[in-house]
């Protein structure tokens, strides 16, 4: 039977890819130009590993996404091992006291943006496999363990906003799982400890804490791309510069086509870009959680909800660091920022939403089919933590 996909997913994707691509070359081109003889340098190099996303999208598409399952401790083992190469000479790339990517071919990747899908698959292949006992204390451990050691490796990188991000999703996947709310509270609570515990343990996130709560005390030091960034906002008003004509990107903003890029895209396209790209996010979130809902089984449902809110949670974030609603983390604009390993692991997890669609699609075609029932528990949980976007 032909596979049939979620077509409005696949063309918002491609939307927010092409819209990031032109934000991309604007961001960069100036500093490009400076720096590299070459103003499409930037905007090339992300083309390139936008061209590897889409081939990991098709591929992930095309596979049904049960198979994941039995492939997921070779891809923990794997990218756990890569996690080390970003200390190997010659291989590994430091920037700003950070060792967080390894080279090949000049190109750098960030393993912990491919471990951020892959604990996830295999956090979610755990729960499917231990369906039904997931309160039991042995398989909440199993889980913790299974966590522990690659979030430790990313820890002493040190990246702070992967390790984060990278618990809060899976303590979503423990939600959207059933998981009760006295052990969601507890692990919570855990959680809030020990990450708050990893941002004193380091003068600059508390010099990064204190620029936040007030920027422009200090904005010629930690708060000064803040400031930049509001100041950037408030030149685009409400209809914006025009497009290329903003003056944050001409050396006052640092890198502003990577974490910062939504500032040029408010001075440039004003808050009206800015609500159109609100508005894309949203409707992403309405496709992916659809698809969540009317997945063919608990697996696909459990994937396709928690990739889903990585995407939607990571642009929310990323948005409220350039408004100065949130510290800053170092996280991207998913699709839109500049960033080869953040664009190839978001572009690879639409893969797997169209996939779950796919799968929920054909079970729906078959006449007497229903889904892969699971407990009465399981299933009263993701009907109701399921957010309430409607169906497809």
Not at 76 to 100: C, D, E, K, M
Not at 353 to 358: F, H, I, N, R
Request: a positive charge; aromatic letters at 10%; charged letters at 10%.
């Amino acid at each position: 039977m032909k596979r049939r996909y979620d077509l409005p997913l696949l063309f918002l994707t491609l939307t927010l890819v092409a819209f990031g691509l032109a934000m991309v070359y604007s961001a960069s081109a100036f500093i490009a130009a400076e720096q590299y003889r070459n103003p499409m340098h930037h905007v090339t190099r992300q083309g390139f590993a936008a061209l590897l996303g889409f081939v990991f999208m098709a591929g992930l598409a095309r596979l049904p996404y049960k198979r994941l399952r039995a492939w997921a401790p070779t891809l923990y083992v794997l990218t756990t091992a890569s996690l080390f190469l970003v200390w190997v000479p010659g291989i590994g790339h430091a920037a700003n006291g950070s060792a967080r990517w390894f080279g090949v071919g000049g190109i750098h990747f960030q393993p912990a943006e491919f471990l951020k899908v892959v604990l996830l698959v295999c956090l979610a292949t755990w729960l499917h496999k231990n369906r039904g006992d997931i309160h039991e204390q042995k398989v909440l451990l199993g889980a913790a363990g299974m966590l522990a050691f690659p979030l430790g490796l990313v820890a002493l990188q040190p990246d702070f906003g992967s390790t984060a991000i990278i618990t809060v999703l899976a303590g979503l996947m423990f939600f959207f799982a059933g998981l009760r709310w006295a052990w969601i509270a507890g692990g919570g609570a855990l959680m809030v400890a020990g990450l708050g515990a990893l941002m004193v343990a380091e003068p600059y996130r508390i010099k990064r804490l204190t620029s936040f709560l007030d920027p422009f005390a200090d904005c010629s030091g930690d708060g000064y791309q803040v400031c930049q960034s509001l100041l950037a906002l408030h030149h685009g008003g409400l209809l914006g510069q025009g497009p290329g004509e903003g003056s944050a990107k001409l050396l006052y903003l640092p890198e502003p086509y990577n974490d910062f890029i939504a500032a040029v895209l408010g001075e440039e396209l004003g808050l009206g870009g800015i609500c159109v790209l609100l508005l894309l996010y949203g409707v992403f979130a309405w496709r992916g959680f659809s698809i969540a809902r009317r997945a063919a089984d608990p697996f696909g449902a459990i994937l396709a909800s928690t990739f889903t809110a990585m995407i939607v949670a990571q642009a929310c974030l990323n948005l409220g660091v350039v408004t100065s609603l949130v510290p800053p983390k170092g996280l991207v604009l998913p699709f839109i920022s500049y960033g080869a390993s953040a664009m190839m692991v978001n572009l690879a997890a639409v893969g797997v939403l169209l996939s779950v669609s796919a799968e929920a699609r054909a079970t729906e075609a078959v006449p007497g089919a229903t889904p892969t029932p699971a407990t009465p528990e399981v299933t009263r949980t993701l009907t109701s933590r399921a957010p309430h976007l409607g169906g497809a």
